[in-house]
């Protein structure tokens, strides 16, 4: 059981640090975005300026929702639990199944830990709603020809 914990706190840190790569890039472009924006000067040719200052707001704009998903991302990181939780599957729950083990979090992709792979996904994606408040024993079909059982 504490190779468990273990693995989950890896999990868990893998997509914290996910999340923080992922925040500083788009700060980064925001940052960057906002120096174009201040530099662009006013040239002859007016509706060339207006139109590198209105791609300029559009990447910024882009680059805020971006930012809005990444605070969500990481509130839900702060709701996770990683001790044992027995029964229902729920948010932080690591879940091995007849196709692959899947950890409950954010969707983050494949995660190699000591050469076993582990599928970090969010519970809003179809695989995550699928398991949500499974437990052992449970048959759960997936994309019409799938069956994950989980063990």
């Keep these: ?18 999340v923080q790569q992922k925040s500083d890039t788009i700060s980064n472009s925001i940052e960057s975005n906002k120096n174009d924006l201040f530099s662009e000067t006013k ?16 990447e910024m704009e882009k680059a805020s929702q971006q930012l ?33 083990s899947y950890f409950l979090a954010i969707s983050v992709g494949q995660v190699k830990i000591e050469n076993n792979a582990y599928f970090v996904v969010s519970t809003q994606s179809p695989i995550g709603k699928q398991l949500l408040g499974k437990k052992k024993g449970d048959i759960i079909p997936f994309n019409q020809a799938e069956i994950l059982k989980v063990i």
Excluded: P, W
């Design 1 to 18: 059981m504490k190779d468990y914990l273990k693995i989950k706190s890896v999990l868990l840190q893998k997509c914290i640090l996910f």
């Design 43 to 58: 040239s002859s040719a007016g509706d060339k300026h207006e139109t590198g200052r209105a791609m300029i707001q559009l």
């Design 68 to 100: 809005s998903v990444i605070n969500e991302m990481k509130d839900t990181l702060k709701r996770i639990s990683i001790e044992d939780s027995l029964g229902k599957i729920k948010l932080g729950s690591l879940v091995k199944t007849t196709k692959g």
